[in-house]
């Protein structure tokens, strides 16, 4: 089994091993994966934190070792939480600009440097929050970051995102981690009637008996 983590600020992952193919969801920076299969210069990917699958071109994703990866998965995870978050590489001098909700893997906060792939990165601490449990309480304010983004289908960046991506993001940023889809996020959580809605509670749409669209409720009939 190969394992690999994406160091690119966002990396599109496709349903077919060709770059033609529809986007179905994307990697933020220091999202981690399973490689499952190589197709010519694409490989199949399996998303740790939602088991996604698809295909992403090889040479975007970086290589690690499972110990690493064993390493990743048990950390604490801390994440980016303004609109775009410029992080500095220190190894080759060079500028990250992250999408909220990105992942800082192996973080100190005493240095709020991280070292990942053979590269030193450091980023400015009022850019990175780490939550030990859920705040439900943060997940409306949270995806106010998001407002007048354009919808992109597979989306999950603050310059394109879907329905359910917006949902994943932002519950991620506030330490509530759900599936990726609309259809799958509807299996979590307690069903309740429009009327006992309150801000924050997820609003689901059906079209011919199928979960279809997700909204954040925001209080007094308004979605975002």
């Known amino acids: 089994m190969k394992f690999a983590i994406n160091l690119n600020a966002v990396l599109p992952v496709r349903a077919e091993a060709k770059e033609s193919s529809e986007q179905v969801t994307q990697l933020l920076f220091g999202e981690y994966c399973l490689v499952l299969a190589s197709d ?10 939602d088991a996604y699958q698809g295909w992403v071109d090889t040479k975007m994703l970086t290589e690690i070792d499972e110990e690493e990866f064993a390493r990743l998965k048990s950390e604490k995870k801390y994440r980016t939480i303004e609109p775009i978050s410029d992080v500095f590489c220190l190894t080759d001098k060079s500028i990250y600009r992250l999408s909220a909700g990105s992942l800082i ?8 440097k991280f070292e ?3 590269l030193v990165f450091q980023i400015h601490p009022s850019f990175v929050t780490y939550l030990p449990g ?3 309480e943060g997940v409306l304010p949270t995806s106010l970051i998001f ?3 354009p919808y992109l289908w597979g989306g999950k960046n603050i310059f394109g995102i879907d329905c359910s991506g917006l949902i994943q993001v932002v519950f991620s940023m506030n330490g509530i981690v759900l599936p990726r889809d609309a259809s799958q996020q509807f299996k979590y959580g307690e069903e309740i009637k429009l009327a006992e809605a309150t801000a924050g509670d997820l609003c689901f749409f059906e079209k011919e008996g199928k979960i279809t669209h ?3 409720y925001c209080g007094e009939g308004r979605i975002i």
């Open 40 to 49: 010519g210069g694409f490989s199949k990917i399996e998303n740790h934190t």
């Open 105 to 112: 893997p192996h973080y100190d906060e005493a240095t709020s």
């Open 116 to 118: 990942i792939g053979g």
């Open 134 to 136: 859920e705040n439900i």
């Open 147 to 149: 407002k007048n983004t």
């Open 214 to 216: 997700v909204g954040i």
